[in-house]
């Protein structure tokens, strides 16, 4: 996972706002710091998402995102 992908989660999830708050000071207990300072350390952000997930009990059918409808693309068939 790109860290891109984490924040894109991150937004989606919580709101721009709360995602940074909750990134910057909330410490993952698994990683023993928080969200920013893991993906500064060069820790997965993939890791990363998990660890917030499990803190904020997010359940499975949320952990990957939203669904996003596919696009209707002429000339595809």
Same mark, same amino acid.
């Given at each position: 996972?790109? %860290?891109?992908?984490? !924040? /894109?989660?991150?937004?989606?999830?919580f709101g721009e706002a709360n995602a940074?708050?909750?990134? +910057? +000071? &909330?410490?993952?207990? /698994?990683?023993?710091? /928080?969200?920013?300072?893991? &993906?500064?350390?060069?820790?997965? *952000? =993939?890791?990363?998402?998990?660890?917030?997930?499990?803190?904020?009990?997010? *359940?499975?059918? %949320? =952990?990957?995102? =939203?669904?996003?409808? *596919? =696009?209707? /693309? *002429?000339? !595809? +068939?």
């Amino acid at each position: 996972m790109k %860290r891109s992908a984490f !924040w /894109t989660l991150m937004n989606d999830e919580f709101g721009e706002a709360n995602a940074e708050v909750i990134a +910057s +000071s &909330l410490v993952l207990p /698994t990683l023993h710091e /928080t969200a920013q300072d893991a &993906l500064a350390h060069g820790v997965d *952000p =993939r890791e990363v998402w998990a660890a917030v997930c499990d803190l904020h009990q997010i *359940p499975a059918a %949320r =952990r990957w995102g =939203r669904d996003i409808a *596919p =696009r209707d /693309t *002429p000339g !595809w +068939s």
